[in-house]
Nanobody, 123 residues
Framework: VQLVESGGGSVQAGGSLRLSCAAS????????MGWFRQAPGKEREGVAA????????FYADSVKGRFTISRDNAKNTVYLQMNSLKSEDTAMYYC??????????????????WGQGTQVTVS
């Protein structure tokens, strides 16, 4: 299984970015897909997740109303639309996925597959 992120970059505060994560290397669908982020010196934290079954979405309080997670099952791709970006959103963003949705969506242990990360810098 491979997860490849794209769409990171540098943006001014108040701007927008859209992250993409393409999954490949498997035949069955990934039920759970999500985004985590890790800022220098901080723990990796859950940002958002989306479940395939009912399309349930989950967000960290810090990004609610600003970020939107979505997925295209036909393309095995998950997206994170980030609006009204703040300096505190600066971090490495990681895509995460798993075949089964178990555990808490914001827990790293709930996802068995990870991308390499894409840097988001807000100044």
């Amino acid at each position: 299984v491979q997860l490849v992120e794209s769409g990171g970059g540098s943006v001014q505060a108040g701007g927008s970015l859209r992250l993409s994560c393409a999954a490949s290397g498997y035949s069955n669908g990934m039920s759970c897909m999500g985004w985590f982020r890790q800022a220098p010196g901080k723990e990796r934290e859950g940002v958002a997740a989306i479940y395939a079954g009912g399309g349930s979405t989950f967000y960290a309080d810090s990004v609610k109303g600003r970020f939107t997670i979505s997925r295209d099952n036909a393309k095995n791709t998950v997206y994170l639309q980030m609006n009204s970006l703040k300096s505190e959103d600066t971090a490495m963003y990681y895509c995460a996925a798993d075949f089964w949705c178990t555990g808490n969506w914001y827990s790293r242990a709930s996802f068995g597959y990870w991308g390499q990360g894409t840097q988001v810098t807000v100044s």
